[in-house]
Each structure stands twice: as C-alpha cells, then as structure tokens.
C-alpha cells in the first residue's frame, strides 16, 4: 500500500517560515520523481516545486527564491522549505510522486493545511 504522509503545516505570519515534510512507503522512493503542489479555495491545484530522481529542480515562478525542495533517499521523505511567506501562499499543500516507464505511476498525499496570516 503506497502512502504518501505529509506534515509540517499550520498557520504562520507574513514573512515566517515553514518547512513541510511528506514522508513515502510503500513505493522504491529513489525511482519517482517527487512534487509539491497546493490549491487554495476556488483555485485550481498548481505545481509549486518538484524535484527529479536526478535531483533536478523545478519551480513555481511565484516562490522561486523562497522556497526550497530537496530529498532524502535514506529517509525516504520529500521537504519544502518555505520562507518569506506571503498570504497568498494560504493553501492546502499536497505531496506527489510519479514515475513513467511507459505506464505513469502518479500518488498523492492527504494534504496538509499552510495558512500565512497575521
């Protein structure tokens, strides 16, 4: 059974910082590629950074320079850290994984609540 688990969330003031966790099992974690995404009410859900079994990472134009995603093999667990967080970031930030080899292989986690807000 394949569980993505997220944690780390909660509510932090303008220009805070966080760093959200999303801990995977029952997957071979060095072989998917891993993502962040998050979706705020009546909006859609949007990549916010994603990392490659390469360690090649991509971001959101709107947290480049603020957020960092990174991953440990050993821990089988994807971060974000966040900082200089702003209210626009407010979202329910959700853990991916996918993986291609001809057939796509894609998991979410549960989500977990970020509310940026003085």
């Known amino acids: 059974q394949v569980q993505l688990v997220e944690s780390g969330g909660g509510l932090v003031q303008p220009g805070g910082s966080l760093r959200l966790s999303c801990a995977a099992s029952?997957?071979?974690?060095?072989?998917?590629?891993m993502g962040w995404y998050r979706q705020a009410p009546g909006k859609q859900r949007e990549l916010v950074a994603s990392?490659?079994?390469?360690?090649?990472?991509n971001y959101a134009d709107s947290v480049k320079g603020r957020f960092t995603i990174s991953r440990d093999i050993a821990k089988n667990t994807v971060y974000l850290q966040m900082s200089s967080l702003k209210p626009e970031d407010t979202a329910v930030y959700y853990c991916?994984?996918?993986?291609?080899?001809?057939?796509?292989?894609?998991?979410w986690g549960q989500g977990t609540q970020v509310t940026v807000s003085s």
């Open positions: 991916n994984a996918v993986r291609d080899s001809g057939i796509r292989y894609t998991y």
């Open positions: 990392v490659t079994t390469r360690l090649i990472t």
């Open positions: 029952g997957i071979i974690f060095d072989i998917y590629n």
